[in-house]
C-alpha cells in the first residue's frame, strides 16, 4: 500500500516562499509520477506541477516561474518550492504518486496566503 503525508504548509505572506513536502511509501517510488494538485472549498482540485520518473516536469500555466517541482528518490520525497506566492494561491495543496493507471493520494496541507 502507498501512503502519502504532505507537510510545510502554514500561513504566508503575499510575496513569500513556503516549500511543501510530500513523503511516499512504498517499493518503486522511483518510477512514479508524482504531482502537487490544489483546491479551494466548492471547486475542482487542479493540477500544478508534474514530474516524471526521469525528472521531466510541467507546471499549470499560472505557477510557471515561480514554483518548482522537485523530487529525491533516496528519500522518497516529492517536493514544491513555492515563491512570490499570491492570496490566490491559498488553497489545500495535494500531493498524488500514479504508477500503471493506480492513483494515491496524500490528505493535503493547507497554504493560506495573506497579509
Known amino acids: 500500500q502507498v501512503q502519502l503525508v504532505e507537510s510545510g504548509g502554514g500561513l504566508v505572506q503575499p510575496g513569500g516562499s513556503l516549500r511543501l513536502s510530500c513523503a511516499v511509501s512504498?517499493?518503486?517510488?522511483?518510477?512514479?509520477?508524482l504531482g502537487w494538485y490544489r483546491q479551494t472549498p466548492g471547486k475542482q482540485r487542479d493540477l500544478v506541477a508534474t514530474i516524471s520518473s526521469g525528472g521531466s516536469t510541467t507546471y499549470a500555466d499560472s505557477m510557471k516561474g515561480r514554483f518548482t517541482i522537485s523530487r529525491n528518490n533516496l528519500v522518497r520525497t516529492v517536493y514544491l518550492q513555492m515563491n512570490n506566492l499570491k492570496p490566490e494561491d491559498t488553497a489545500v495543496y495535494y500531493c498524488?504518486?500514479?504508477?500503471?493507471?493506480?492513483?494515491?493520494w496524500g490528505k493535503g496541507t493547507l497554504v493560506t496566503v495573506s497579509s
Open positions: 498524488k504518486a500514479t504508477k500503471y493507471g493506480l492513483e494515491f
Open positions: 512504498g517499493t518503486a517510488f522511483s518510477t512514479y509520477v
